[in-house]
């Protein structure tokens, strides 16, 4: 008994300690810009201060077969007349990308504390034709400010928070064909030393899925490709042992 309170206690105080440290890890500020977007995982909240009027931008990783879903909620000062907000997101090319369904633009009434915005994106497609506008895997972009506000409301201080889902649509979503890499834009370059001299590389953004870029390519599709030929299988074996029965004389 004395081993497991002394357990126990040392449990209790290793979650004591991990938990500010995984407090820590959520990004508490937002970029100004596609270049300085901060960086969140899927699943993972994001917090930011910031004034009316300003760009805020995070960006996250979308792999192929996923339908993401971002929500935004933006805090507001006590005092402050009607405003518009909009969310936004972007692809790796930074093309803006349609809503599938969600508010994405959204009027808080006056001296409202807060509104709320959401936006689902359609199905990551792996491959795409060139002049098409389809979500394809790699980084995207949130973009979240206000649209509409009066000049006295210009600066107030406001607070978001934003958070990214996705959900894994499956073998419904696949297509026959996927892109050589994920457009996933270079963040930073940085030096090489080689025996002809110095160059330069980029370097890529770090977000990734957790299992790794087209981590999705296992999907129902296959099962339901399996399960269809074994069945196809067995329809053949029981036609030919049908047609052979019937065809022997009776009597036989």
Do not use: N
């Amino acid at each position: 008994m004395r081993i497991t309170r002394v357990l126990g206690a040392a449990l209790v105080l290793l979650g004591v300690a991990a938990g500010p440290a995984v407090a820590a890890d959520a990004p508490t500020e937002a970029g100004t810009s596609f270049r300085t977007a901060t960086e969140i995982e899927q699943g993972q909240e994001a917090t930011a201060s910031g004034s009316a009027g300003d760009y805020l931008y995070w960006s996250f990783p979308a792999d192929s077969g996923s339908r993401p879903t971002v929500r935004a909620t933006v805090g507001l000062p006590q005092a402050h007349a009607a405003e518009t907000w909009q969310l936004d997101v972007y692809d790796g090319l930074r093309r803006r990308q349609a809503c599938q369904y969600g508010a994405q633009t959204r009027t808080a009434a006056r001296d409202a504390s807060s509104v709320e915005l959401a936006c689902t994106l359609r199905t990551v497609r792996g491959w795409s034709e060139p002049w098409a506008d389809d979500p394809l895997p790699g980084t995207y972009y949130v973009r979240l400010t206000v649209v509409d506000l009066t000049a006295t409301d210009l600066g107030l201080p406001v607070s978001a928070t934003v958070e990214v889902s996705a959900k894994d649509i499956g073998g419904s979503a696949a297509v026959d064909g996927s892109l050589a890499q994920p457009l996933v834009p270079g963040i930073a370059v940085q030096p090489e030393e080689s025996e002809e001299g110095s160059s330069s590389s980029a370097v890529l953004s770090a977000i990734e899925p957790e299992d790794g870029w087209s981590s999705g390519w296992w999907s129902d599709r296959w099962v339901w490709t399996a399960a269809g030929g074994a069945l196809a299988a067995l329809a053949g074996i029981g036609g030919y042992a049908l047609t052979r029965g019937s065809g022997r004389p009776q009597g036989a």
